[in-house]
Each structure stands twice: as C-alpha cells, then as structure tokens.
C-alpha cells in the first residue's frame, strides 16, 4: 500500500471550489476547500500529477504540522515534535512558515484591491 500524505494547494481566491473539484477529478481523493487554498490526502506521486496535468494550483507542498500557537516557542515546540527522517536527509535545510489567518481576513476586508491580481 502507498503511504498518503497530507499537502495542501494555493489557489486564487474564490475558485477554491473549483481547485478541489479539479483535485477530485485528477487524483481521485477528496479534496478540502479553504480560504485561498486546498487540502487533500495523496500519495507522494500526486504532486507530479498536479504539476503537470492542473490549472488551477499555484503551488502544491507537503503538510509537516498543522496547528494554532501564539508565540514563537509554540512555533520551536511544534517544529521539534515532527519527524522529519522520513522526507528530509540531514545535510538538506528547510523553512518554517506561518499564517496567520485572521490578519490576512482583516487586510482583504480593510483592502479589498489586494485581491487584484497584478
């Protein structure tokens, strides 16, 4: 059996419905809309899948954690509880980022042109 994992898929901003239905389709998993993003469980193949034959995803990455904290030792506890042995060699680096999703919300309410696309 092929090990699935959790990814995620930035999308524009109002076509979520339609990003997940498209990951519906491809991959044949069930597909989570959210605001500006997807979530859906897949194999690692999935990702090749998505880049090539998808049109409504902007970028497709792999979830490590998915949590809510409020200062930044929240943030190193998290990060240390992952196993990270399995996806990343020692000597490779990588990123932790975060959103913080009532600011975002805020910001499109306060700036609506942010929703322009440029």
């Not at 044949?28 to 090749?48: M, Q």
């Not at 090539?52 to 990455?61: A, E």
């Not at 680096?93 to 975002?104: G, H, M, P, Y």
């Amino acid at each position: 059996m092929t090990k699935k994992f959790n990814f995620f898929g930035t999308t524009i901003y109002g076509i979520e419905d339609i990003a997940a239905q498209e990951v519906e389709d491809l991959l044949g998993c069930k597909a989570t809309p959210d605001v500006g993003k997807i979530f859906f469980d897949s194999n690692l193949n999935s990702v090749y899948t998505l880049n090539l034959r998808g049109r409504t995803l902007n970028k497709v990455m792999l979830t490590l954690c998915r949590s809510n904290f409020t200062d930044l030792k929240d943030i190193y506890r998290l990060a240390r509880e992952i196993d990270y042995t399995s996806i990343i060699e020692p000597e490779q680096s990588f990123a932790v980022r975060s959103e913080r999703s009532d600011l975002i919300n805020l910001r499109v309410w306060m700036f609506p042109e942010l929703l322009v696309e440029r």
